[in-house]
């Protein structure tokens, strides 16, 4: 696998013409291109509390986000609005678990999921969310014992998503935000 700088990795991607932006060809562009953990570091921030969102790249047709994780973080089961999603783990290893919605009302924000498959991301297994099957779990697992560094793109960008509780049964919209824009950290963010 080509290991790119960051800088060129997303110019690559930008040379894409919108109808090659299919979940096959992004998919195979981040199986031939590793990203170089070293060019990462501008957007790379930390914290003790959450995983944070780093945006790196924006335009109307996709993003990307680093995303930081200490040993034991994780995701909310969460789903990405039908757009693509795209992962790659740089730095570290990262287990995903999938979810089957198997009732939604939303009417009454009521649901039911069942766990799906598994599998382990590092930084020779990228991955894409599979559309039929878009509402899942990103965990950085206590057993790794690392931290981890996955950088995600999002085609196209959305502001917000469902989360989902199966423990209560529900499920509810959610604003993102970013921890970091293009290597500079929101001031409403905090600090970490």
Not at 46 to 53: A, K, N, V
Not at 173 to 185: C, I, K
Request: contains cysteine; charged residues 20%.
């Amino acid at each position: 696998m080509e290991q790119l700088e960051i800088s060129y990795w997303v110019k690559g991607l930008s040379a894409l013409a919108a109808p090659q932006f299919t979940l096959e060809y992004v998919f195979g562009y981040l199986m031939d291109r590793g990203i170089e953990p070293r060019t990462l570091a501008p957007y790379l921030n930390w914290s003790l509390g959450s995983y944070t969102r780093n945006l790196i790249h924006k335009c109307e047709l996709f993003e990307v986000l680093a995303i930081c994780w200490e040993s034991g973080q994780f995701s909310q089961i969460h789903n990405h609005r039908d757009q693509n999603c795209w992962m790659a783990v740089p730095v570290g290893r990262l287990q995903v678990q999938n979810f089957r919605v198997e009732q939604r009302d939303p009417s009454t924000g009521r649901c039911r999921l069942a766990p799906a498959d598994t599998y382990e991301m590092n930084d020779e297994h990228p991955a894409a969310v599979a559309p039929h099957a878009p509402v899942h779990q990103v965990l950085n697992l206590p057993e790794f014992a690392e931290r981890a560094v996955s950088v995600h793109v999002y085609s196209r960008p959305y502001d917000s998503c469902e989360v989902y509780e199966p423990e209560k049964g529900t499920y509810y919209d959610v604003p993102l935000h970013y921890t970091s824009e293009f290597g500079r950290r929101n001031p409403e963010e905090g600090h970490a």
